[in-house]
């Protein structure tokens, strides 16, 4: 267990010394420490007087007007969300040291903090309850299969488990100072995001806990935050974007009175807390905590506040890196350059010394030697933008290993970042990306630039052996990715290789310059190789000639004179004697590290690539390999045999193809290398493995070359880089080029230099997400996974940036459980009674089944009353049987064994339930007329249940309602406006027939041409958008609900040095088709616009469906109603003239 330090004696020390300061000028009291920046959930004590604070990790305790603050606890676990108790005598907070997110109370007067919760899944802290008796607390249990927080009244002592205070979710909650009304809040999107307007924006309610009643305080849609109650019950601060901006105001319960009281215009406050008071409000603006007096129009102060040299955290790490993210060889394969930690290191493969080439806070990526080996080519983010570079070593008669000093030198300076360079077959020229995906082309030297091709998607690249041709990858504007030819100097327009609508890429040419390889999906969702020889007469060689080129390549490869059948052994002069070889020279011996010179030799004449382009895209060839999908291809060096990853026969691993015979694929080896290339020095891969550089041998075999180096890094830089680097992201892939209307470089100043002082990964992290809050956009998110960067391992304890120590051997820890049936919460025992049981849990299987209304007397021998704490019975290992004693509904008693399982597993059984609740709903309000569905998400698995259940659900049914509330996205619009938009152009009947119908197998999907409605919420989001956004459109059906977010783009995501860091990256935007407007920040409205009230959904009162049924029914009558053909045969068909 780890350790507890007394937390009161820390805060006496902050207490106590308040007075003192108040005498002295703070700052020079004593040694200020560092200065303490992106503090979190500020609490003040009942005087306002003393401050206490989440930040690095723990709680903290200052004065209210600034200074040294002490550190609270001490744990090595994170501690947080402080809250003094009415009395001011203790502290709550909650800690992650012994189990997850539990409730602890330390005493001002001295003495040891006391955990006062015990149920596994963990506890957020709202606050104490007005009395002192207790704290409000909210959990997440088996309320509901979404949102399933609760707030509970946590009582001290109190002989009964904490209750529900009402059954739905909620945030935020403020008890009124007579603990009868509850402030809370409903909705809401990420704190950092700036001027949303929408149905998912933070609304403000307000509960009476004795009439039971709920009142929405929240008059528009711009969100409203963090209420806090004056001393006088009657009136509340709220934080509201009502203006465009936040800010804080207080405003009257009885409505009318409102009075701004700050005046912000970009950011406004966050996390305020309220004295009791109400004398002085704190709260966090930008990145610093602030204070103000509520009377008299207070202006709010930033609060200086000082760590007093708490933190033992160096600003330098040391770093041990045994790990590298690319690596590159030189020819002979005897020296290696990788990145690792950010740089670039050489060295040769059997000392296995690194010597540091580059040594910026800067990442360098994309490493590359020359083909002559006298230079690196690296991408580099010194100076702040991307661009290409140029490394040397000063002495080149050194090995690079050897060698000590290396210069630099820039061959591309713009804004635009450059990346992926790589040289043509030649070495004379270097291709390169720049921007988004422009193909551009220079000598090397770096001279003579020009862009060889426009696009926004980033090419997949290949060149001809003879560096005339080159065949790319790339997407139209139809998201369409198929093969182009074109040659370099530009002299003919791009011939389509593959003409498919479906997806072609990874094209590679064959070193013998003969053929083109590259994947593509077009049978369902497989993805195959394709072939062609470039040149006609290839294609139409004979097997003969190729049996008969193969035989003249073995007997080029024969010795000299072997048709002789002398061996030869030298020339022999006339009369048989041997002529006796001339003596080698002898080589000067060279000093040592230095290179010897090369004698280069020879290249053989390159032989110009002859490409026959008329009908070549009708001679591909395709070799499919049943159930597997192929890619990572790679040619060998006589381009006769194709490697790729593939999994065939349900093995994994890297296989090859032979030409011209193809046959079997034969498995090279189960572990291929990353960033593999397929070399001619031995005829073998060098690449990366496990994060080694590594070479794979014919025999399938791995050689690595481990190595450890040594760095020194300043935080502070390396924080800015990530930082950087997820900026220019944003600034050059973000789906608007406008930027949300922001002067993006502007937005870098602001917060960059925040970046640059942030402590650890965290506080880089909500830096990285105010940044991106500027956008107002969906689907954003800037997350920091450190490990040494660049691919690096850190070991340095303790510092931002290094990994945990390697794990102990595995344990377990004890876990609250879950029976499977939920408890009648009323129920005054003894025992507890039960309330229902969860259809798929332990209490639903037939060797353990429970029954609503059963009594459970016992838990492990354990009698129950009314007050029992289930945590209590129900914490221990996770995998144990547990005995309970039942009595049934007829009073008899019995023995029921079961494994408990978990309330995330219950919940997940809960949407069952929930499904079930409404399609009963339906068919009841309907008289059996609808049909009722919900998609969960916009995947597969859920289409798949989807087209299932339009068949089960619908049968029979005269119309369909469609629920895409609580859908979070996905991909599956389209193909769930294919089953239900099918054109219809015909009816078929059999003999015998009676109906009018149409064969079901000729169509795409199972399909539904009836009448439908459509249910949505503001839960429904991105491609759960477009769906009922394409309804509207097409006039398919009507929407009931609530508008949705107005949260639409397609998304991926842009990695962050070399790992250490992630920017989710919206790059496509959609817009609606009779309008031409953005989906996002423009949600589908619904014809019917139904808000459900607290509480309606887990009682099982529904409106939204309630509405759906209301005006389907009357579409159905409508549909019901049209006029239809006769089906008439030939035969009766009458006669004319």
Same mark, same amino acid.
């Given at each position: ?43 003040? !004590? ?77 506890? /957020? ?153 109400? /004398? ?87 490493? @590359? ?72 082309? &220079? ?47 530009? !002299? ?13 890429? !990874? ?102 690539? @002859? ?78 493995? /496990? ?286 406006? =294919?089953?239900? =938009? ?54 398919? /059906? ?10 639409? @783009?397609?998304?991926?995501?842009? %990695? ?5 860091? %992630? @920017?989710? &990256? ?12 953005? &989906? ?58």
């Amino acid at each position: 267990m780890p350790s507890r330090a007394p937390l009161s004696l820390f805060l006496l020390s902050a207490l106590s010394t308040s007075t003192a300061l108040l005498a002295q000028d703070a700052p020079e009291a004593a040694a200020r420490g560092r200065a303490i920046r992106l503090a979190a959930a500020p609490a003040l !004590s009942p005087d306002g007087q003393t401050l206490a604070f989440e930040w690095m990790g723990d709680v903290w305790t200052a004065p209210i007007w600034g200074g040294v603050a002490k550190r609270a606890t001490t744990s090595s676990d994170r501690d947080g969300s402080p809250a003094f108790s009415p009395s001011g005598t203790e502290l709550a907070y909650i800690s992650d040291a012994e189990d997850r997110a539990q409730a602890w109370i330390a005493p001002l007067a001295g003495g040891p903090a006391r955990r006062v919760t015990k149920h596994t899944d963990g506890y /957020g802290l709202e606050e104490w309850l007005p009395q002192g008796n207790g704290l409000l607390l909210s959990a997440a249990r088996d309320a509901f299969w979404r949102d399933a927080e609760r707030f509970e009244l946590f009582e001290l002592g109190a002989k009964t488990p904490a209750k529900p205070l009402f059954d739905d979710a909620g945030s935020w909650g403020r008890l009124s100072p007579d603990g009868k009304r509850l402030l809370f809040t409903r909705e809401g999107e990420p704190k950092w995001r700036k001027q949303y307007h929408g149905s998912q924006a933070t609304q403000v309610w307000l509960y009476d806990l004795s009439a039971r009643r709920f009142e929405k305080l929240t008059k528009h849609e711009h969100g409203e935050r963090y209420p806090l109650w004056a001393p006088d019950g009657k009136h509340y601060y709220v934080v509201s974007q009502e203006d465009g901006c936040f800010n804080l105001y207080r405003r009257a319960l009885s409505g009318g009175e409102s009075t701004q009281l700050t005046r912000f215009t970009d950011d406004g406050p966050h996390d305020p807390a309220i004295s009791r008071d109400g /004398g002085t409000i704190v709260f966090r603006h930008l990145f610093d905590l602030h204070r103000m007096n509520t009377a008299g129009g207070g202006v709010p102060t930033r609060l200086e506040l000082w760590d007093g040299g708490a933190v033992d955290l160096d600003d330098l790490e040391r770093l041990a890196l045994d790990s590298a993210s690319e690596a590159a060889f030189t020819s002979d394969l005897k020296q290696i350059a990788f990145l690792s930690g950010g740089d670039v290191w050489v060295m040769d493969t059997e000392l296995r010394e690194p010597v540091q080439v580059t040594r910026t806070a800067a990442e360098e990526r994309d490493l @590359v030697f020359s083909p002559d080996d006298q230079a690196l080519l690296c991408v580099s983010d010194d100076g702040g933008q991307a661009d290409l570079w140029e490394i040397r070593r000063k002495d080149d008669k050194r090995w690079w290993w050897q060698s000590t000093e290396f210069t630099k030198k820039k061959l591309s300076d713009d804004a635009d970042a450059e990346s992926g360079p790589r040289f043509t077959p030649d070495g004379g020229s270097i291709a390169f990306v720049k921007g988004r995906g422009d193909l551009w082309l &220079m000598a090397a030297d770096g001279t003579n630039q020009r862009r060889f091709l426009e696009s926004w998607d980033r090419p997949d690249y290949d060149f001809s052996p003879d560096g005339a041709w080159i065949v790319y990858a790339k997407q139209d504007d139809d998201f369409n990715s198929d093969v182009w030819l074109a040659k370099l100097d530009g !002299s003919i327009p791009p011939f389509n290789l593959s003409r498919h609508p479906d997806n072609e890429g !990874s094209p590679r040419w064959s070193p013998d310059g003969s053929k083109i390889a590259f994947t593509g999906r077009r049978y369902d969702q497989e993805v195959d190789l394709y072939w062609v020889y470039v040149k006609r007469t290839d294609e139409q060689k004979s097997e003969r000639d190729r049996k008969l080129e193969k035989a003249l390549e073995k007997m080029k490869e024969a010795p000299k004179g072997a048709g002789s059948g002398r061996g030869e052994r030298g020339s022999r002069r006339p009369g048989g004697e041997e002529k006796p070889e001339a003596p080698k020279e002898k080589e000067e011996p060279k000093a040592e590290g230095q290179e010897p010179e090369k004698k280069e030799p020879e290249k053989p004449k390159q032989e110009p690539v @002859v490409v026959d382009l008329e009908d070549l895209h009708e001679r591909l060839r395709r070799v499919s390999i049943p159930n597997s999908s192929e890619g990572g291809l790679l040619w060998s060096p006589d381009g006769k045999t194709l490697a790729f990853q593939a999994t065939i026969e349900a093995k994994s691993g890297l296989y090859t193809l032979e030409w011209p015979e193809l046959g079997t694929p034969k498995l090279w080896a189960q572990q291929g290398l990353s960033r593999a290339r397929w070399v001619k020095e031995g005829n073998q891969l060098v690449g990366l493995s /496990g994060g080694s550089p590594a070479t794979l041998g014919k025999d399938g075999k791995a050689t690595s070359y481990s190595f450890r180096a040594k760095m020194e890094r300043d935080r502070a830089a390396y924080f800015g880089e990530i930082f950087d680097q997820g900026w220019r992201a944003m600034r050059d892939g973000w789906y608007d080029a406008n930027l949300g209307n922001k002067d993006w470089n502007a937005v870098r100043a602001k917060y960059g230099a925040m970046a640059r002082l942030a402590l650890d990964g965290t506080q880089l992290a909500e830096v990285g997400n105010m940044m991106l809050g500027e956008l107002n956009g969906s689907h954003l998110g800037f997350s920091v996974m450190l490990g040494g960067g660049g691919g690096g391992r850190g070991r340095r304890g303790g510092a931002p940036g290094a990994p945990t120590s390697t794990p102990a051997e595995p344990t377990w820890r004890k876990t609250t459980g879950h029976l499977g049936a939920r408890f009648d919460a009323s129920f005054e025992g003894p025992g507890w009674r039960i309330r229902d049981v969860v259809k798929g849990t332990p209490a639903f299987q037939e060797k353990s089944r429970l029954h609503a209304g059963e009594i459970v007397l016992e838990i492990d021998g354990v009698k129950l009353k009314a007050e029992t704490d289930p945590a209590d019975v129900l914490t221990g290992d996770p995998e144990r049987e547990v005995h309970l004693k039942v009595k049934s509904l007829r009073g008899e008693e019995r023995e029921v064994v079961l494994r408990p399982t978990s309330n995330g597993a219950v919940r997940g059984l809960l949407y069952e339930q929930w499904m079930d609740t409404n399609r009963a709903l339906v068919d009841r309000l309907s008289g059996g007329r609808l049909g009722y569905l919900h998609i969960r998400g916009m995947d597969w698995p859920s289409f798949q249940r989807f087209e299932a259940e339009l068949y089960a659900v619908s049968y029979g049914k005269d119309g369909l309602i469609i629920d895409v509330r609580e859908n979070g996205g996905g991909s599956t619009a389209d193909h769930l406006l =294919t089953a239900l =938009t099918q054109p219809e152009h015909a009816y078929t009947r059999p003999r015998g027939g009676t109906g009018r119908g149409y064969p079901q197998d000729r169509r795409v999907y199972a399909t539904w041409s009836k009448p439908i409605a459509v249910l949505c919420n503001q839960n429904s989001f991105s491609n759960a958008e477009i769906f009922p956004h394409a309804i509207k459109t097409l006039g398919r /059906g009507k929407i009931i609900g609530v508008p949705t977010a107005g949260g639409v @783009v397609s998304t991926g995501a842009a %990695m962050l040095y070399g790992g250490a860091g %992630m @920017v989710r &990256m919206p790059f496509r935007g959609w817009f609606l088709w009779k309008d031409g407007e953005d &989906m996002e920040l423009n949600g589908c409205v619904p014809d019917y616009i139904v808000w459900p009230e607290p509480t309606e959904w887990p009682r099982g009162i529904d409106k939204q469906v309630e509405k759906a049924v209301e005006v389907l029914r009357a579409e159905c009558d409508a549909w019901k109603a049209r006029p239809l053909p006769e089906l008439k045969k030939a035969t009766e068909r009458k006669k004319h003239g």
